[in-house]
Every structure is written in structure tokens, then in C-alpha cells.
T-cell receptor, first 115, second 116 residues
Framework: GQNIDQPTEMTATEGAIVQINCTYQ??????LFWYQQHAGEAPTFLSYNVLDGLEEKGRFSSFLSRSKGYSYLLLKELQMKDSASYLC????????????????FGTGTLLAVQP | GAVVSQHPSWVICKSGTSVKIECRSL??????MFWYRQFPKQSLMLMATSNEGSKATYEQGVEKDKFLINHASLTLSTLTVTSAHPEDSSFYIC????????????FGPGTRLTVL
């Protein structure tokens, strides 16, 4: 089966750093994505990892370890507007189920940034 | 970045009626579009993969006769919820993959369906 785990909720302080973890067990792997979703809105793309290591993009960084089935999203210099759900998603291999590189989403982590 | 639109943004209908939701890629061609459903405080659940010019691929547990998908062109996919019931009330989101951009899916703004 497919399983992607994230913490349900996290709280952090404005200006601080927060790390959101994601562990996955999937039948195939062809990349891991992080999305941000504000309530009632569609997800927006944050980052993509397919090789092990750290990808940095401004205040956001994402790390991947394929051998451990583990990723994290690091948010620096937190702002109030960063309060949102953060979704970890794994792209299944082409061979899985005959689908065309579909994404499997984790349950999402609701981040609350406090003053 | 690429833009995906959905119409309508919200809809309220009576139980037993059918509702059609459109998903359009505005500035790129999408050979593949995906339909998701999201219940309150839950993550996105993939319903089906829509392929231009061929039949959609449905996820396990999703009734293909209830959720009709048509991907008639490279810029338009439609999801029709047939004989809707209150338990079908949800947030429906589509995404599209630009065939030139392998690593990114672009999401539409979503459609809030409420079945009375």
C-alpha cells in the first residue's frame, strides 16, 4: 500500500525556523513535492526533490533521503502569512497502476504562526 | 507560471441532480489532468487521472459511473457528478500537467460543491 505520514499540527513563532517532517512508504518513487495550501484555496507548489540532499529556495528548503523514505520542509524567518497547511506528496512511478505519474498526498500539516 | 481555472467556483444543488465542473488550462496544453476531492481538514484524495482523447483512469473505490470525466481537448477536462447526494459535498480540485514541465502540476482554484 501507499503511506505518507506528516504531523497533523505544528505551532511556531514569527521570525523563527520550523521543520515539517514527512515519511513515506510507496510502491514506486519518482520525486517528492511540497505544497502550501491556505484554507479554502488550491495548493501552490513550493519545492521538488528527486535526488538525495537539500534544495534551497529563498526562505524555504526541502530535504530528501530516499534510503530512509524521509523528507522535511524547512521554513526560515517565519511570517504570519506562512500559517497554512503544508502537503507532502510523492509521485508514483510510471509503472504503478498504469496511471501517468500521479501524486499521492499526505494528510497535511497545519502550521500556525504566532506573534 | 501556468494558470488553471475551474468553473464554477461554488455550486449548490438538490439531491439527485447532476453537476458539471470544468477545468481549463489557460496558457498551456495539458495532456493529463487530475481530479482530487478534499473533505474538511483532510488532504487531497486523487479520484481519477484524465487523459486527453482516452478514457480516464479511476482510483480504487471511485465509481466511474457516478463521476464522469471527459477530456475532450488539450485544454479542457470536465467532471460530472451524477445523481449527487449530500455525501458528495466536498471541495473538488483539478490539476494539470504541462507536457513541457515534467516536475510540476498546476492546481485550479477548486469548486465547492454542496448537495442539499
Amino acid at each position: 500500500g501507499q503511506n505518507i505520514d506528516q504531523p497533523t499540527e505544528m505551532t511556531a513563532t514569527e521570525g523563527a525556523i520550523v521543520q515539517i517532517n514527512c515519511t513515506y512508504q510507496t510502491s514506486g518513487f519518482n520525486g517528492l513535492f511540497w505544497y502550501q495550501q491556505h484554507a479554502g484555496e488550491a495548493p501552490t507548489f513550493l519545492s521538488y526533490n528527486v535526488l538525495d540532499g537539500l534544495e534551497e529556495k529563498g526562505r524555504f528548503s526541502s530535504f530528501l533521503s530516499r534510503s530512509k523514505g524521509y523528507s522535511y520542509l524547512l521554513l526560515k524567518e517565519l511570517q504570519m502569512k506562512d500559517s497554512a497547511s503544508y502537503l507532502c506528496a510523492v509521485r508514483a512511478d510510471r509503472s504503478y497502476g498504469g496511471a501517468t505519474n500521479k501524486l499521492i498526498f499526505g494528510t497535511g500539516t497545519l502550521l500556525a504562526v504566532q506573534p | 507560471g501556468a494558470v488553471v481555472s475551474q468553473h464554477p467556483s461554488w455550486v449548490i444543488c438538490k439531491s439527485g441532480t447532476s453537476v458539471k465542473i470544468e477545468c481549463r488550462s489557460l496558457d498551456f496544453q495539458a495532456t493529463t489532468m487530475f481530479w482530487y476531492r478534499q473533505f474538511p481538514k483532510q488532504s487531497l484524495m486523487l479520484m481519477a487521472t484524465s487523459n486527453e482523447g482516452s478514457k480516464a483512469t479511476y482510483e480504487q473505490g471511485v465509481e466511474k459511473d457516478k463521476f464522469l470525466i471527459n477530456h475532450a481537448s488539450l485544454t479542457l477536462s470536465t467532471l460530472t457528478v451524477t445523481s449527487a447526494h449530500p455525501e458528495d459535498s466536498s471541495f473538488y480540485i483539478c490539476s494539470a500537467r504541462d507536457f513541457r514541465e515534467y516536475n510540476e502540476q498546476f492546481f485550479g482554484p477548486g469548486t465547492r460543491l454542496t448537495v442539499l
